[in-house]
């Protein structure tokens, strides 16, 4: 059932009011403040403009930024954010130094018509990530509608992304929020075949329930990252001091054989004495990885088996990088599945990248323009693609058929 958008809103529920929209500015900033990647930021833009075209008074955003224990703390406040904020839009922005409350109210609707009111930090108050449901209903007073917006933390039930829209309606899903349900759950759905996923990141911890997930739906599922380390020993291979969670080996030996050839494994590695030796980093077949050396990337037989694959795929969905890409020259294995993603989107695939590192290592490649769809979420993105039902969207209005 799909979920009611800023664009399913009648006139009458949009003009002249004020909209209460959930945002993800949870950015980075430097020791002075400044936002030093305000991805985030933009990708709410489109929203806000929409709002106002569509003759919404005022805006009144919510985000929570870090996490600042049990109360206000300066180092969290949203003031620069709100300061950063006035240089992406020709809008008059206002800080408001409260979250909810008496004066929280007033400033929304006393704000002069066409103004984005940012609200202080939502986890100052203690009831934020209780999901409290009276600090909800004082979140709900401070707008006439709700706008989630806030895709990267809508697997999180807390009071402005799941509390407050059981308080306000209309709760509709901001066009960010829609892009991401929408590409990720068209994926998963409807995938033009082959799809393929690839896999990687640190741990097999974190991601065991999205393989669960995927395998049963895709027609390869490409593993890299420390994670491989983890499934080599499962299938009896030494891997030297790589990193390996040696209480999932059994978890992993049990996937191999179910999964059978749609997992597909790394077949060379790129190794070395530690992460500050690349200068002593090669490339050796995977069954022949020292005992003082560890694994830190896929080796190039992979990334050529991996790129092959990708190209020919019609629906390539990737989380997790294949090695340590902060860290040349373990950065080629990662370069190579965005870059061969990159040409199967140019070649009319569907191609979308989900994770903080994953769309980080695209970003610092230049090439998140060439796939179709780079998440915002790391961890909710995750979630969907494990086949749960995120709290920020579930609490959203459904579309009526
Ligand atoms: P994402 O944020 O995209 O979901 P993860 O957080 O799961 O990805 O994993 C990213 C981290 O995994 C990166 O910091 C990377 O350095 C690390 N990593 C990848 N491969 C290896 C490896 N072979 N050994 C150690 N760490 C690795
Ligand atoms: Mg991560």
Redesign the pocket.
Known sequence: MGKRTINDLTDAEVRGRRALVRVDFNVPMDDRGAVTDDTRMRAALPTLDALFARGARTLVLLSHLGRPKGGPDPRYSLAPVARHLATLTTRPVRFVASTVGREAVEATTTAAPGTILLMENTRFLTGEEKNDGALAAQMAELGDFYVNDAFGTAHRAHASTEGVAHHLHPAVAGLLMDTELRFLGDALAHPERPFIAIL????IS?TIDVIDALLPKVDALLIG??MA?TFFRAIGLETGT??VEPDRIDMAKALVSRAGDTLVLPNDAVVAPSLDAGREAHAVARDAIGASEA???VGPRTCGAFAQRIIGARTVVW????????TPPFDRGTRAVAEAMARATAAGATTIVG????AAAVDGMHLASRMTHVSTG?GAS?EFLEGKVLPGVAALDDQST
């Open positions: 990687g990141g640190a741990k974190g990252g420390a380390c790589s990193l694994m830190f990337d989380n997790g990088p294949m090695g340590v890409f902060e994770g903080g590192d994953s790391g995750l």
